[in-house]
């Protein structure tokens, strides 16, 4: 491959998606930068493998797993892929040459990097995917009450706030245009589980993301107050989103994603989600 772009960008994460989904579009050649690692789902199988593009990469396209701090070694694999700033980052970079001698093996690359300033601390993610590996939103549609035409919980909201029915579905076209179909998403890794058959699996299933599972256990639950299933207008329902499962390896396009459930997205996480 040449070395020679129209455009190079340094840092994978929203901004630096949006700028290369736009030069993109006006035909021009880039090349993204990143200092981080990919950062993948922990629960591999032969069910839900590691993608082969990565599999047969190991030295140039690295890979770590998400910490998963629900056992009793959790808070440490945590802390683990914790880079602080100052002092602090120095002596634990101390900490962690004198390991990488003794044990033969280098520490895990950080995932979270911690920076404290006088009057600010700044938390910030070294990965494909940038800052979206550590945070996202989501804009849900809200209840809509067919016989009044409008969204309740915007009754109050000055007109030109409020939003209609219509605006919701223009988004959801852009999205699916944009990112493809939307998809439940209720487990730790892409189509674990079809959807006709989520509400007959098991509340133990570990492929089923942790508050998913509770929300769809207690919306049904006997021992759920009265005034708690009154207020339940809708049963129970996978989120849909706009997340792409994507593939490294193929050709960049508009609609190219790698998105895994920890969050980590290498193009913008523009997400929208319905009820």
């Known amino acids: 491959?040449?070395?020679?772009?129209?455009?190079?960008?340094?840092?994978?994460?929203?901004?630096a998606t949006v700028l290369a989904l736009d030069q993109s579009a006006k035909g021009k050649s880039i090349m993204i930068l990143e200092r981080g690692v990919w950062w993948l789902t922990p629960e591999l199988s032969a069910e839900n493998p590691m993608n082969p593009f990565l599999k047969a990469r190991p030295k140039t396209q690295p890979v770590q797993y998400w910490p998963r701090p629900d056992h009793r070694g959790g808070v440490i694999d945590l802390l683990s892929?914790?880079?602080?700033s100052g002092p602090l980052g120095g002596l634990q970079g101390f900490?962690?040459?004198?390991?990488?001698?003794?044990?033969?093996?280098?520490?895990?690359?950080p995932l979270y990097r911690y920076h404290t300033f006088d009057e600010a601390d700044v938390l910030t993610a070294s990965g494909v995917g940038g800052g979206s590996l550590i945070y996202s939103n989501v804009t849900?549609?809200?209840?809509?009450?067919?016989a009044a035409q409008q969204y309740p919980v915007m009754a109050n909201w000055p007109a030109q706030a409020r939003l209609a029915a219509a605006d919701y579905a223009a988004a959801l076209n852009w999205m699916t245009t944009k990112r493809g179909a939307p998809s439940g998403i209720v487990t730790k890794y892409p189509n674990a589980i079809p959807q006709n058959q989520l509400s007959q699996v098991n509340s133990s299933d570990p492929r089923l993301l942790g508050r998913a599972r509770f929300l769809r256990d207690a919306s049904a639950s006997a021992a759920l107050p009265q005034d708690l299933k009154n207020s339940i207008v809708e049963p129970w329902a996978p989120l849909k989103l706009q997340v792409a499962e994507g593939d490294p390896a193929s050709a960049p396009t508009t609609r190219t994603t790698a998105s895994d459930r920890g969050g980590a997205?290498?193009?913008?996480?523009l997400v929208r989600g319905t009820r």
Do not use: T, W
């Open 140 to 146: 849900l549609e809200p209840f809509f009450d067919v």
């Open 265 to 269: 997205s290498s193009d913008a996480c």
């Open 95 to 109: 900490a962690n040459g004198i390991a990488d001698f003794f044990s033969g093996r280098k520490r895990p690359q």
């Open 1 to 15: 491959m040449a070395f020679d772009f129209d455009v190079i960008i340094i840092g994978s994460g929203f901004g």
């Open 81 to 84: 892929v914790v880079k602080a």
